[in-house]
């Protein structure tokens, strides 16, 4: 029952934000979910927002903003918040990514793979040690997350939770 309300609730979010896309001429602000999107917040290091719309980026995941991570030397540091900054500065200051609707999560919000220029903003999350490989949904980035982990970029600098595992703890 459960499982058949989830895929219902998908479906009606998917139909729904196809809906806004179709809906542009009758309003202010319009939203285009297979091209460009205006992001008006970074919410952290892997999750956005256009308007009202919450957007979380396909195949990677972010230490959470208040997450600690240390680094080679034991010493504590705030990746989590660091990964926020880190993607601001990929988005740079026009806002505007070309991104692609991949699915729509548990918590309704846009699963999007987006783009700045050519720049894929997942993949340079991971490469920059900002963000891991989100494995249980992605092969997409593993390639991208070695080459940080051999790099010592980001976390991989020295010792930390994966983002998962420390939503799970806190």
Known sequence: MCFVFRVVFKCFAIFLAGATVLSDTARATTYDLSGR?????????????????????????????????????GVLWGCGSAAQRQLNALIGTDKDLQCSLRDVDRYGRLVMQCFNGSTDIGAAMVRSGHAVAYRQFSDLYIADEEQAKTALKGVWRGAFILPWEWRRQN
Do not use: M, W, Y
């Open 37 to 73: 999107v205006h992001i008006t917040k970074v919410s952290d290091g892997d999750s956005l927002r256009s308007g009202d719309l919450r957007i979380r980026l396909f195949g990677i995941d972010a230490p959470e903003l208040k997450q600690q991570c240390t680094d080679q030397n």
